[in-house]
Structure formats: C-alpha cells, structure tokens
C-alpha cells in the first residue's frame, strides 16, 4: 500500500508539473505524457502510449526529434532544441534516466514556453539588424576597436575604403577583425601615428579629432576627418575605442580652390589685390628691406578692347601677366592691382636692382609674340626703405611716378600701335599698303582741286591711310570670301567703319579724321551707314575718300569681283552721282582721272 501511495505520488508530481514532460523507455516507446503535453500537441494518452516517436509526430518533426534523442542517448547529456507550436516558441530539454550504474533506462523531456523570451531576443536581432543596415548606408567609415587596438566590428563603408585605398579586393567582411593598424596598412609610419593616438585616447579617456591625408594606390591624394572616441562603462573603465571617418577630399579641393580663387586673379593667374594685403603682412619685417615696389599700367588697353573687343584686351592682359611673371620669377611677388595696373612686390631690392627689373620687363615684353602690337606697360618703382613707411604712401608715390612716365611716352606709344595694327591689318590683307597708297593719291588730286590748305591735306592723308584701319577687327573669313557676303556677314562687314572711329579716338587727338573715317560710306542720298547722313551734312573728306576708295576697289581685283576699265568705272561715277557720291566732287574726279592719270 505504501508502495502504491509513493507511485500515485510521482505520478501525481508529473502531472502537476506546469509544462509539458513525457517520458520514453530503453526501447524508446511513450510510456508517460502529462496533461500539458496533451494540450499542446492535441494528443491523447491512449493514443499514443507504447508507440514510438515516428508513430506519433510528422516524419520532419519526427526525424528531428530522433536526431535530438539519438545523441542525448550516446552523450547521456541533456539536450535542448527549439521549435514553432501554434505560433509560439518552446524549447525541448531530453535527458537520460539513467540507474546507479549510469546506464541509460530510459529518457525523459520537458517542454519550457520560451516565447516571451525568443521574441524579445528576435525584436533585439530585428533591432541589431536595423542598426547593422543604417551603420552600414551611412558613408561614413565607422569602426570599433578593443583596449589593444584591434578591430572588433566595422561597417561597410570602412571596408570598402580599406579595400579601395589598399588595393584588397579579395578581402571579406571578416579579414580585418583581430588586426590592427599595424598589421594592415602598408605606410607603417600612419599605421604607427594611429596606434599612438589610441593609446592616449585610451589613458587620457578623451575623445582626438583629427584630419589624416594619404596617397590613394592610384597616385591621387585622399583626405579625412576622423574622430575617435573612448567606450566607457559604468565604472568609468574603458574597453575600447569607436572611431568614424569621412572623405574629405572633394570639400578640401573646393576650400583650396575658393581660397585660390580669394587670392589669384582668374584671368591673369596673378596673385589678386586681396593677397596683396596678405603678402605685405609677411613681407613688413626687417630681412625683407629693403623692399622694392614696382608699379606698372598697360599701354594700348583701351585701343585693344575698342578695336578688336574686350576678349582680345584680355588676351593682352594675359600676355603682359606672362611676362611678369616669367621676368619676376626669381625677384618678387606680381599682383594685378587694378584693370589695367599690376604691382611687383621685391625682397631685399634697392633702386639698382628695380631698374634692372625694369629695364628686363621692358626687353621680355619687345621680344614676346603677341598678334597685334609689340607689347608694352609703363613702369615705375620706388624703394621702401624700412618697416615704419606706410607701403600705402609708397604706392601713391610710384602711381604719380607711373602717371608722368605713361605721359611721356604715350605719342610715341600711340604711335607706335598704330603701326602694329596697321601691320596687322596688311597681314589679313596683302592689297591694303597699296590700297591706301592710291586711295591717297586720288584724295589728294580732290584736294588740291578744292585748294585744301596744308592742315587740310594732311588730315585728308590721314582718312585716306586709316580708312579701313576697323577692318583689323573683321575676320578673314569675310574680308578674303570671294561669294556674295551674307546680310549678317554684310552687317559685321559694314560695322569697320565704327571700330576705326573708335581706334583713331583711343590713339590720337584727331577728331576731324576720326569722324571722316566713321562716314566714308555714308551716301550722298542719305542711303548709306553707319549714320544714314546725307548731301552736306556727311563731312567733305568723307566724301572724298568715298569717291577715291570706291574707284580703286572697280579698277582693281578683289577676291569677290574682277577689275573694271577706266571707262566702266567712268560710268559707274557718273551713274551714282547725285546717288551715291557727291555730284559736284565726282565732277571734279572724273576730269583728274581723264586728264592726269594712267589706269
């Protein structure tokens, strides 16, 4: 009876246990399950006592099951497995019976409801994961280091950087961690700075900023901002070290290039006025003094950009800025301090050593190649002796110097550009030198027929010679096509008298010559351009040399057209006067031509 009570006991233990708990004998036949296993594999007793397990679970199930059972039997160790029952998680514990012999009678399970605790670790993994996903999108280079530098974790950006800079493509997510700097970079003396920079973060608790650059396997430079900072726990210990790094580059080459673009001219690749204020900070000491200080101002700017336009009086700018620098690159510092004015900057100089300076610019500037003119730039310099004189005051004193030597000198350099563009101008045009020879000769027939006086002349001379001097702004293309110009051709064509009005006003003081040379194709019908003047109010040279240039151009060969006859070109005159020319003036013309000249 007292047997009977002890086995009603344990089997009242068993199902009073508040989880699942079945039990197997030697042969692995079910010889006990409790309520809660009934409940939750929807499992009768009577069903399944005395059967295996392959008799009572899936065959899947039923194979994991005997897997679990067949090592719990060999290794007489519990062990555990995990599986999915109506939706929830539960973890199977199966252990050996074994007697006092340690052999193995047979083999028991419980059932533990884990599903509280499977999904909070799922939601932790879920959030891990999260995380993982978002360390991994961000750009930047994120890594984590133990207390001895080695890597532990790092996100994708920071392989695939190591990768790129190291030239490693074969490397997977796993091949740096356990390694440190030393171990991986190939410029051990970087690897070797970083492993120092984690030792003081590591003994000094606190977080170094930094920016690191270094030459990418391809030759170019790359550039970083980095921060480290120590992992520290509750008790104040540090364990390590989480660092994130970015590129930098591309901000680093922007910065270079405004503060390049803050201190450079951008047409002339001469430091600007702005790095002027900068350098003379530098340059105010004593080793520097004495310093030299040359000022110099463009001649034939403002000739250049009536003539030929603005580009071209850049493209002298640029020019002028070529030779100082290459006359200058051994002495001093050369800025453009204005449109037209650049100032040299020179170390340890006295007056000598300016005006060999000088005197070197003024030979570079003859022997440089430029299309139009010879170039040339007024120069003048003054000597700050020592810290105390206002550079200011210097500068003031040089201008004034500048200004007297450019008045000097400007007839014959106005002069002296003339000749260039005219030059210029018989290099797009073999026939002008000639052109203009006759043009002058028969203007100068009208003018003594007119009885002009001796001033007169000689301004008729100077139309007849410039005449076509705005031409130097045309293009080849239109002065040399032999078809019919277009209308827009036409119209550029027609635009020569108003540049030479403009040139003969930037050099000279002639205005009578200036505004002849503006209307020689005005008609006397009021017909022609560029102001649609008529009869007397279009300025008698003017009409002169449009019966003289008009005349030449039908006696001789042009690109577009073959040379007329005396008598044509006879006809033509009488046909437009009153038209075109000034009938009294082609009256008078025609009498030369018949009576005087051979053509």
Known sequence: MENTNSVDIYKLFLENIPYPVWIQDIDTKIIFINDHY?????????????????????????????????????????????????????????????????????????VMDINEKKQRQLELIHQKNILRTIIDTLPESIFYKDENSRYLGYNKAFLDNFKSLHKCDSLDENSLLEKTDLDLMYEKHKAMDFYKQDKKILRTKKSISFENSYTHYKGHTVTEESIKTPIIDDYGNVSGIVGISRDITQQKNLEEKLRYLSEIDVLTNLYNRNSFEEKIKKLNKEKYHPLGIIMGDVN????????????????????????????????????????????????????????????????????????????????????????????????????????????????????????????????????????????????????????????????????????DIGKIGIS?????????????????????????????????????????????????????????????????????????????????????????????????????????FDPTLVKYFIEYIINDIEV
């Open 38 to 110: 009934e409940n939750l594999y929807n499992i009768k007793y009577s069903d399944i006592i005395g059967k295996k397990t392959i008799e009572v679970l899936h065959k899947e199930k039923a194979d994991i099951y005997n897997r679990q059972l067949e090592e719990t039997l060999t290794t007489k160790k519990v062990t555990t497995s995990e599986s999915l029952i109506k939706g929830l998680y539960f973890r199977a514990y199966v252990f050996p019976i074994l007697d006092k012999n340690h052999e193995v009678q047979g083999v028991a399970g419980i």
């Open 300 to 467: 034939g700017l403002k000739l250049i950009n009536d003539t030929l336009g603005h580009l071209e009086g850049d493209k002298l700018l640029r020019s002028i800025s070529n030779v100082l620098k290459s006359s200058c690159s051994k002495s001093g510092y050369v800025f453009r301090w204005g449109g037209d004015e650049f100032i040299i900057l020179i170390p340890n100089a006295d007056e000598l050593k300016c005006d060999n300076l000088i005197k070197k610019i003024s030979n570079d500037c003859k022997e440089y190649d430029y299309q139009y003119m010879q170039l040339s730039i007024s120069l003048s310099a003054v000597v700050k002796n020592n810290v105390d004189e206002d550079i200011y005051e210097c500068i003031k004193k040089v201008e004034e110097k500048v200004y007297r030597h450019k008045l000097l000198d400007n007839k014959s350099i106005k002069s002296s550009i003339m000749d260039s563009l005219l030059k210029s101008l018989e290099e797009k045009n073999l026939e002008t030198r000639e052109h203009a020879q006759r043009v002058t000769e028969y203007a100068l027939a009208l003018g003594e027929r007119l009885n002009f006086k001796i001033s007169e002349l000689d301004e008729l001379i100077l139309v007849a010679t410039l005449h």
């Open 476 to 580: 080849e293309d239109i002065l040399l096509k032999t078809d019919p110009l277009t209308n827009d051709e036409f119209e550029i064509m027609k635009s020569h008298t108003e540049k030479g009005y403009r040139i003969i006003n930037a050099s000279s003081q002639l205005d009578t010559v200036a505004k002849s040379v503006l209307t020689h194709h005005e008609r006397w019908d009021g017909k022609g351009y560029p102001l649609g003047l008529k009869e007397e109010e279009i300025p008698l040279l003017s009409r002169i040399i449009n019966i003289a240039d008009s005349f030449d151009v039908m006696t001789n060969n042009r690109p577009y057209k073959s040379a007329m006859s005396k008598d044509e070109a006879i006809k033509e005159l009488n046909r437009c006067a009153g038209t075109q």
